[in-house]
């Protein structure tokens, strides 16, 4: 399965370049001071998110821990709760299943408009000391909704070229399906929401899902790509923190923030 129309969001960026509207060309951007991590379940987002976190500290920033949405308001949890409550009658469903996921992917890209309109209007660019560990967000669900209800609008490429927010560093990671089955294996305990206990039963057909993820960003430099197979969390968590410091020292933010604005 690919996206709607067989764009990766590398050749969305190239396409909007041509029209004047470059990925990071255009004043609608935010760009935010930090690291997103995207990636599926059992790929160790969680994990390197809070490494991550202790790493900053110890160096002197001051971590902003985020999940799903980078600003804390009340719409943005509603829309969360709103969200995980829709996926009921998982059990003996297909995957993917459009008309499961459809309420769950509508109200998650209004969390993601919301939040992302929150993050144009708050501090998150602005503070050198505060940088922001965001698990999960706009990339994450745009691959659910292309992936679970193609050609339905939900976040749409022109938002997704014009106010996708930025960050620092972004991140996908990802593992083989033997270590997901490995991983899976090892949690125990009910599960957090239906959602997990969805993809849970459907661990086979997961692997698909991941390619198609990794296949929009295959190429595009803005991404890094991270098997996370046979390195631990711990490394996982100091490379990005390289990359991280480097792009900080090298001035890229500043190049984004110039380009944003022009």
Not at 100 to 121: H, P, T, W, Y
Not at 215 to 223: E, H, T, V
Request: net charge negative.
């Amino acid at each position: 399965m690919l996206d709607s129309d067989g764009a990766s969001l590398r050749e969305l960026a190239n396409s909007s370049k041509k029209e004047g509207h470059g990925v990071m060309s255009t004043r609608r951007h935010s760009i935010v001071h930090g690291v997103l991590l995207e990636g599926i379940n059992y790929s160790g987002k969680s994990t390197v998110a809070r490494l991550l976190g202790e790493k900053l500290a110890m160096r002197g920033h001051v971590p902003r821990q985020r999940h799903c949405y980078a600003v804390e308001s009340s719409i943005s949890q509603e829309l969360q709760r709103q969200a995980f409550e829709s996926v009921q009658n998982w059990e003996d469903r297909a995957f993917p299943d459009a008309d499961l996921m459809r309420a769950f992917n509508i109200r998650k890209s209004a969390q993601i408009l919301v939040d992302s309109g929150l993050i144009a209007e708050s501090d998150a660019g602005a503070d050198a000391e505060s940088v922001i560990v965001q698990d999960r967000h706009w990339f994450t669900q745009y691959c659910s909704n292309e992936f679970f209800n193609p050609g339905e609008g939900l976040l749409s490429k022109p938002w997704l070229r014009q106010h996708a927010p930025r960050f620092t560093v972004q991140v996908y990671l990802t593992c083989s399906q033997e270590e997901r089955l490995r991983r899976a294996s090892q949690r125990t305990g009910p599960e957090k929401h239906n959602l997990n206990s969805y993809q849970r039963a459907h661990l086979t057909e997961l692997a698909s899902y991941d390619a198609f993820c990794k296949s929009l960003i295959r190429n595009d430099p803005a991404w890094q790509i991270i098997q996370t197979d046979s390195v631990c969390a711990d490394v996982v968590a100091d490379t990005i923190l390289a990359v991280f410091n480097a792009a900080t020292a090298s001035g890229t933010e500043d190049l984004q923030e110039a380009e944003s604005r022009a």
